[in-house]
């Protein structure tokens, strides 16, 4: 599960940079829909790294309560 959100996790930054990058190289403000694109794609990379660290803790939780019986 860890390797799939790893995964995942870098083609959505992946796709956001490529977005800031091209935006930058524009030289012309982003429009609404580039902006929401970018926007989504935070919001879908903070999402995706809160599982991961939730999953973590979890593991690590499981390890500690199998290792006190």
Do not use: W, Y
Not at 18 to 37: G, M, Q, V, Y
Not at 41 to 52: D, Q, R
Request: hydrophobic share 40%.
């Amino acid at each position: 599960m860890q390797n799939e959100l790893g995964e995942l996790l870098s083609k959505l930054s992946d796709a956001q940079k490529e977005l800031i990058i091209s935006t930058a190289k524009s030289n012309a403000f982003p429009d609404n829909n580039t902006l929401r694109k970018i926007a989504t794609l935070a919001l879908n990379i903070s999402a995706v790294e809160g599982l991961i660290a939730d999953t973590q803790t979890r593991a690590k939780r499981a390890k500690m309560t199998k290792a006190n019986d």
